[in-house]
T-cell receptor, first 113, second 116 residues
Framework: KNEVEQSPQNLTAQEGEFITINCSYS?????LHWLQQHPGGGIVSLFM???GKKKHGRLIATINIQEKHSSLHITASHPRDSAVYIC???????????????FGTGTRLTIIP | KAGVTQTPRYLIKTRGQQVTLSCSPI?????VSWYQQTPGQGLQFLFE???????NKGNFPGRFSGRQFSNSRSEMNVSTLELGDSALYLC???????????????FGPGTRLTVL
């Protein structure tokens, strides 16, 4: 079982719809990151959170530490939101060095005009 | 402020060769992490450097190595290339004096390596 699970793997929606992408993890973490990757490979960090909720424009990220679950919401979705959204967790290493990121497999979002 | 830059952007090598990839972090950032992205395995952590010291490494064979210079620029090297090393290699920098994973990471555009 992967340490970080995302759902759904693929999501197609109409412009304007409310989008939710989920991330569950099975390890202890110090922080959770939501990343966006557009075709061509560039990755942008959207949020880093360790508790509660963060909002940036039409994007909202929440995390429930007790349930080991996070969600990324997009309100009033737009075709330019089409991208792969990746959840990553920062784990304390067991016996060496600093923390590292462990990634989910990503959710491919397509917004149709 | 300039973003993270990686050179080269594209590279084609043959099996058995070695390759060196370069990453220049955002000015003032002292932590540089390297990641490999493949269609089959997704994104995987390679290693992280801070102040010229490797602080953490992922589960990759010893053919993968890296270093960081005093100006925070970093290089990664892959020796004896295999077909499976074909991937997008991304570096990310962060402003941290401690915990790289608990700080926002700024990614470069990546180097796409093809091994024939």
């Amino acid at each position: 079982k992967n340490e970080v699970e995302q759902s759904p793997q693929n999501l197609t929606a109409q412009e304007g719809e409310f989008i939710t992408i989920n991330c569950s993890y099975s390890v202890g973490i110090s922080a959770l990151h939501w990343l966006q990757q557009h075709p061509g490979g560039g990755i942008v960090s959207l949020f880093m959170l360790s508790s509660g909720k963060k909002k940036h424009g039409r994007l909202i990220a929440t995390i429930n530490i007790q349930e080991k679950h996070s969600s990324l919401h997009i309100t009033a979705s737009h075709p330019r939101d089409s991208a792969v959204y990746i959840c990553a967790v920062s784990q304390f290493p067991i016996n060496f060095g600093n923390e590292k990121l462990t990634f989910g497999t990503g959710t491919r979002l397509t917004i149709i005009p | 402020k300039a973003g993270v830059t990686q050179t080269p952007r594209y590279l084609i090598k043959t099996r058995g060769q070695q390759v060196t990839l370069s990453c220049s972090p955002i000015s003032g950032h002292r932590s540089v992490s390297w990641y490999q992205q493949t269609p089959g395995q997704g994104l995987q952590f390679l290693f992280e450097y801070f102040s010229e010291t490797q602080r953490n490494k992922g589960n990759f064979p010893g053919r993968f190595s890296g270093r960081q210079f005093s100006n925070s620029r970093s290089e990664m090297n892959v020796s004896t290339l295999e077909l499976g090393d074909s991937a997008l290699y991304l570096c990310a920098s962060s402003w941290t004096s401690g915990r790289a994973g608990a700080d926002t990471q700024y990614f470069g555009p990546g180097t796409r390596l093809t091994v024939l």
